[in-house]
C-alpha cells in the first residue's frame, strides 16, 4: 500500500478563496483523522471518522471548516472562505481497529496571503 | 473532552545522556497512550505506545511508563544520538468508546554531538 496520500502538497491561496484538501486513507482502515500542526498549538485534531461517519467534529475551528468522507476511500476538508490565520500544515491521519498505529499522510501544507 | 498536556516544550541534551518527556492527560477513562516522533519536514510516527493495563513497556534505548492514578506518563530516551532529534509527541485515547487521539503540544529534542 501507498500509505496515507494527501493534495495537494502545497496550496497558496488568497484570502476569501475556497480551499479544498483531499485524503485517500489506507485500504481496509475504518478510522480517519483531520489534524492541524502550528508552531503554537502543536497537533490539533478537528475530526474525525469511524467508518465514514463523522464522530467528533467539535475541532473545527468554525463554520468556515467542513469536512465529508464520502465512501471509505476519500475524505475531503473545505475551507470557505479561507484567511491568513488558516496557514498552517494540515495532516490527514487513518488507522485500523483499536490500540492500533495511525498512519499519517505527509501533509498538505496550506498558506492564505 | 480529553486534554493532554506535554513537558517541556523544548529540551536540549548532550550525546549519550538520557532524556525525559512528561505528559498528563485528564480523562481517566483514557486507556491508549502512544508517542509519535515526527523529524524536520516529515510526517509524525508511531515509535512506541502503551496499554493502561501495563505500567511500562521498553523498546531498546526508548521506554514508557504509566501512572493512572496520577493520570501522567513519561518517554524516556537513553543513550541519545543526534538522529533523536525530532519533535516528540504524546497521545491518549478511550480505545473503548471510540478512537479520539489526542495530541499533547510536542517536544522539540536536539541531541549536541
Known amino acids: 500500500d501507498a500509505g496515507v496520500i494527501q493534495s495537494p502538497r502545497h496550496e497558496v491561496t488568497e484570502m476569501g478563496q475556497e480551499v479544498t484538501l483531499r485524503c485517500k486513507p489506507i485500504?481496509?482502515?475504518?478510522?480517519l483523522f483531520w489534524y492541524r500542526q502550528t508552531m503554537m498549538r502543536g497537533l490539533e485534531l478537528l475530526i474525525y471518522?469511524?467508518?465514514?461517519?463523522?464522530?467528533?467534529d467539535s475541532g473545527m475551528p468554525e463554520d468556515r471548516f467542513s469536512a465529508k468522507m464520502p465512501n471509505a476511500s476519500f475524505s475531503t476538508l473545505k475551507i470557505q472562505p479561507s484567511e491568513p490565520r488558516d496557514s498552517a500544515v494540515y495532516f490527514c491521519?487513518?488507522?485500523?481497529?483499536?490500540?492500533?498505529?495511525?498512519?499519517f499522510g505527509q501533509g498538505t501544507r496550506l498558506t492564505v496571503v | 473532552g480529553e486534554n493532554v498536556e506535554q513537558h517541556p516544550s523544548t529540551l536540549s541534551v548532550q550525546e549519550g545522556d538520557s532524556a525525559v518527556i512528561k505528559c498528563t492527560y485528564s480523562?481517566?477513562?483514557?486507556?491508549?497512550f502512544p508517542w509519535y516522533k515526527q523529524e524536520l519536514g516529515k510526517r509524525p510516527q508511531l515509535i512506541i505506545d502503551?496499554?493502561?493495563?501495563?505500567g511500562e513497556k521498553k523498546d531498546q534505548r526508548i521506554a514508557v511508563t504509566l501512572n493512572k492514578t496520577a493520570k501522567h506518563f513519561s518517554l524516556h530516551i537513553t543513550e541519545t544520538q543526534p538522529e533523536d532529534s525530532a519533535v516528540y509527541f504524546c497521545?491518549?485515547?478511550?480505545?473503548?468508546?471510540?478512537?479520539?487521539?489526542?495530541f499533547g503540544e510536542g517536544t522539540q529534542l536536539t541531541v549536541n554531538p
Open positions: 497521545a491518549a485515547s478511550d480505545e473503548t468508546s471510540g478512537s479520539r487521539l489526542t
Open positions: 471518522f469511524n467508518n465514514n461517519v463523522p464522530i467528533d
Open positions: 485500504s481496509g482502515h475504518n478510522s
Open positions: 480523562d481517566s477513562a483514557s486507556n491508549y
Open positions: 502503551i496499554r493502561s493495563n501495563v
Open positions: 491521519a487513518s488507522r485500523q481497529g483499536s490500540f492500533t498505529e495511525a498512519f
